[in-house]
């Protein structure tokens, strides 16, 4: 007997418990992603041409085998962190002035080795507690964890990594939560669709469990390496790109208004905003060089459109602390290569 109107049978009860819980998911992915704005995506260009004063990497056989990335300050300000390159080594130093102090190791880290994958972020909170983004060994997943315990406490459990356009950047917020780029995979088509998280910027509860929902802050990033935090709390990205698409520098909280993208090739791995918020600065990892941007109304506003080359040195990474812009080179040291007044007011390199 087929049933009539108003008959509730298995197939209904199943479809009506399915609707329900397609609402309540759309909810709480709602609940989560409160502001999704999307990064303008720039029609594609063509080759871009290298920055003003680019200096070559050196010949394989006379590049540093890890060199330092990911760096950041303590919550002192008083001394750095970073990871190794290609591994899953951080170290920490305290800073003496203008020179870097004995290192040691603070973690040794589980990842999937090599330069594009392995450790991605470090951020440290205000308690002193330190986080790191990197590729997993095991299911080669991007995660978040709290490393600065004998055992590292998974955070966030993230997407497989793929083979490109991996993210990671990382840093800790006033509020103290965590915030995280992850890129899109070179799959943007995945990374459109609402309950991605591929090629966004994210923001996490440091103390939930590992299956957390993250916020989503904003969408379509490429490969949003680094984070910094600019005047007033803003959140600025520096994403990398490919062949064809242009690298953008811009606000993570405002994208659609406030995104530039490079007018040359420098490949960021490190951004970096002054004291006061009225530039940013980009290491860059083909340029091997730092650029500062500009940014309008006293660091309040958009930033620039021309960046300018600076004859700083820069390779592997960058970050500000102790009054002083601090970048990893080609030798595979950490030196201070400059004050915010220095870094202000130094000239342009011309072309």
Request: with cysteine; hydrophobic share 40%; aromatic share 4%.
């Amino acid at each position: 007997m087929r049933p009539g109107g108003g008959l509730t049978t298995r197939r209904t009860v199943g479809a009506w418990i399915a609707a329900v819980a397609a609402a309540g998911g759309a909810l709480a992915l709602a609940a989560t992603e409160p502001d999704p704005r999307l990064a303008p995506r720039p029609a594609p260009v063509a080759a871009l041409p290298d920055a003003p004063g680019t200096v070559r990497l050196p010949p394989p056989a006379e590049r540093p085998r890890t060199p330092p990335v990911a760096l950041t300050p303590s919550a002192d300000g008083l001394g750095l962190l970073w990871a190794e390159r290609g591994t899953g080594v951080v170290r920490r130093a305290p800073l003496a002035g203008s020179t870097v102090g004995p290192a040691e190791v603070l973690a040794r880290l589980d990842v999937a080795p090599g330069p594009g994958f392995a450790v991605r972020g470090l951020a440290v909170g205000r308690d002193g507690r330190v986080f790191a983004a990197y590729v997993r060994a095991r299911g080669r997943r991007l995660v978040v964890a709290e490393i600065s315990r004998p055992r590292p406490r998974i955070v966030w459990r993230g997407p497989l990594a793929g083979r490109a356009r991996v993210g990671g950047g990382l840093l800790a917020l006033p509020g103290g939560r965590l915030a995280l780029g992850v890129g899109d995979q070179a799959r943007p088509g995945r990374a459109a669709t609402a309950a991605s998280v591929l090629g966004r910027v994210v923001t996490l509860d440091p103390d939930r469990p590992a299956s957390q929902e993250p916020r989503r802050r904003s969408r379509g990033w490429h490969d949003p390496v680094a984070l910094a935090r600019g005047r007033g709390g803003e959140l600025w990205v520096a994403d990398r790109a490919g062949a064809g698409e242009p690298e953008r520098t811009g606000r993570a909280g405002r994208p659609g208004g406030a995104v530039v993208r490079s007018g040359f090739r420098r490949v960021p791995v490190a951004v970096a905003s002054s004291a006061d918020g009225r530039a940013l600065f980009v290491c860059g990892l083909r340029s091997g060089r730092i650029d500062r941007t500009l940014v309008d109304d006293g660091g309040t506003g958009a930033p620039r459109a021309q960046a300018d080359v600076l004859d700083a040195r820069c390779r592997y990474g960058m970050t500000r602390t102790d009054g002083r812009l601090w970048a990893s080179g080609d030798d595979g040291t950490i030196t201070a290569v400059g004050t915010d007044a220095e870094l202000l007011g130094a000239p342009a390199l011309e072309d």
